[in-house]
């Protein structure tokens, strides 16, 4: 049944990925979603104006869109994983609608759910996400399996020309944990006084 | 109907909402027309009510205040994500409609009702609750200061009795 066989040693090395894309992306609102894409983030470098999820799986593009409209002169970048994007698919379909310019969804794609024990997810199995973002009506999308490819996207990001989605083609590895502060009152106030908010 | 929701409406544009996120339902419908064509919000329609919470707490993340709009059935759909509320202790402000109580005909839309309060409170989440109309304003206003001015969890739930009897066979 499967359409396509994707083996787990094919793919880029996602701490580099991610440690090269952050290095392009000192602008960026950044929110992770929750597992791997978090820890890639955090093992890039702690920064206030980055925001770990631990829970809430599928909900880091919807946490997005809420930043993207309400800070549309920052690049708001959300960094997950093809898990994680599956179980919010439908937010897509929602930021399809608003477009929001300064928006984009990077998925770390190792087609495996990478925390609960390497099991193939549907990406593995068939499913584009970069196809369910262009049927969505997202501005750009684009499919990365080369290191290269890796600053002109942050170029993009920064730009904020149109909402876009760029799938990463990922190894499905284990990686040593690099595990972000977890305290989500800590998280969301660090990040709201770093954009000069007021806390409670 | 729509006189309350008018003053409904006032009531977040006072309170400085800038967000309304909804699934859509018949009792909100004067208010998701009036954030549509009010260039000072932004209407986020949704395909799933747990998108909404997500989407008010990114909106304060950026210094925005957001509403969620929803219907008693779509709560359900959105019990993990609540739990990003009392992590975090994000503001949070919904407006719920209830279906499957008052003259309900379809009978899917009960356990859900049911289930709606207990479900909010065993999420950490104030419920408060409006039957008359005379209350709307005041009971709106009030659940948007304590979740603003308090970073609290706050859903306010519009009877089935205020908004209406659904007509399901038109008369001829």
């Not at chain 1, 809430?56 to 920052?74: D, F, K, N, S, V």
Request: with cysteine; net charge negative.
């Amino acid at each position: 049944m499967d359409k396509r066989e994707v083996s787990k040693d094919d793919g880029l090395d996602r701490r580099v990925v991610v440690a090269r894309l952050m290095a392009e992306c000192a602008d960026a609102l950044v929110v992770a979603g929750l597992g791997s894409a978090g820890y890639d983030l955090f093992a890039a470098g702690d920064r206030s104006l980055n925001f770990y999820l631990w829970g809430a799986m599928g909900g880091a593009a919807a946490i997005g869109l809420g930043l993207a409209l309400a800070q549309p002169q920052r690049p708001v970048l959300v960094l997950t994983g093809d898990g994680e994007q599956l179980m919010g698919i439908g937010a897509l379909a929602t930021i399809g609608v608003q477009q929001p310019r300064n928006l984009t969804v990077v998925v770390l794609d190792n087609a495996h759910f990478g925390e609960t024990g390497m099991q193939r997810s549907h990406t593995a199995m068939g499913v584009s996400l970069v196809g369910v973002a262009a049927a969505c009506g997202f501005d750009w999308t684009v499919d990365i399996d080369e290191e290269s490819a890796i600053a002109p996207l942050a170029t993009r990001l920064e730009a904020m020309q149109g909402c876009g989605l760029a799938r990463i083609r990922v190894r499905a590895e284990e990686v040593p944990r690099a595990l972000p502060p977890r305290d989500g009152v800590f998280l969301k106030t660090r990040f709201r006084a770093a954009l000069g908010f007021p806390t409670i | 109907m729509t006189d309350w929701q008018d003053r409904l409406f006032d009531v977040l544009k006072a309170n400085r909402i800038r967000q309304v996120a909804f699934v859509p339902d018949a009792g909100h419908a004067r208010l998701i027309e009036r954030a549509e064509s009010d260039p000072d919000l932004r209407a986020v329609v949704l395909t799933t009510e747990e998108e909404g919470v997500a989407l008010v707490c990114g909106a304060w993340l950026g210094g925005e205040r957001a509403v969620l709009l929803m219907q008693s059935s779509g709560v359900g759909n959105c019990v993990n994500m609540f739990s990003l509320l009392s992590n975090c202790r994000f503001p949070f402000l919904a407006l719920i409609t209830m279906r499957g109580e008052w003259a309900e005909f379809n009978p899917w839309q009960v356990p859900m009702a049911k289930a709606t309060p207990v479900v909010l409170e065993s999420m950490g989440i104030t419920v408060f609750r409006v039957t008359e109309a005379k209350d709307v304003v005041d009971t709106v206003q009030s659940a948007a200061e304590l979740a603003f001015g308090s970073d609290q969890a706050v859903a306010v739930l519009l009877s089935q009795r205020l908004i209406g009897r659904k007509t399901w066979i038109s008369e001829k």
